[in-house]
């Protein structure tokens, strides 16, 4: 059971509202993780606009889900890997990559680096190398991807501490965890 009321968008405060509405638009539904964040109108927009930013990005929405759901499976928080695995779907991502990316492995080996340096990200609490940077541009990403790929990883700690810590009730497919590789 939730540990924290879920806002109903069509009862609460104009602000909330406004935002409420606007992701049901894009979802056509208003998932309950939002409606849990929805307590803080602060928090919300700040989760609302790191989507947003993140989804006009260099990052392809593809890499994006897959790396949400290597670390949602590593954080084991079952709600955001049902999310982004339906997203990931939506994004052009197969099911076997998605599984694959629950473990923190791909076929291609740009996705393969990108995923290792995720999860080195939450594994390592952001104590990295020099040479995890570097590897990353050896497999062909520029600055601006390595920022975005750190800035998907803390939206991922975001939601996954939320959605844990606050026991969010999954409203997407559910998908099974899995141990990491």
Not at 1 to 12: C, F, G, S, Y
Not at 16 to 45: E, H, Q
Not at 120 to 130: F, H, P, S
Not at 133 to 142: C, E, H, K, N
């Amino acid at each position: 059971m939730n540990r924290i009321p879920l806002i109903d968008r069509n009862a609460t405060s104009p602000d909330r509202k406004a935002l409420l509405d606007t992701i049901n638009g894009a979802f056509g539904m208003t998932p309950n993780m939002f409606r849990a964040v929805a307590n803080s109108p602060a928090a919300l927009k700040s989760m609302w606009g790191s989507f947003g930013a993140l989804g006009a990005g260099v990052i392809p929405a593809k890499l994006g889900e897959q790396i949400a759901v290597a670390v949602a499976n590593r954080n084991g928080c079952e709600y955001c890997l049902a999310a982004h695995t339906a997203l990931g779907r939506s994004a052009g991502a197969s099911a076997t990559e998605l599984r694959d990316a629950q473990a923190g492995v791909s076929a291609d080996a740009r996705t393969q680096a990108a995923l290792h340096f995720a999860l080195k990200l939450v594994d390592k609490r952001g104590q990295i190398e020099a040479a995890d940077v570097q590897a990353l541009r050896t497999a062909g990403f520029g600055d601006a991807e390595i920022v975005e790929i750190l800035a998907h990883v803390a939206l991922s700690l975001f939601t996954n501490y939320v959605n844990v810590a606050l026991a969010v009730p999954v409203d997407f497919p559910g998908v099974k965890l899995r141990e990491a590789a």
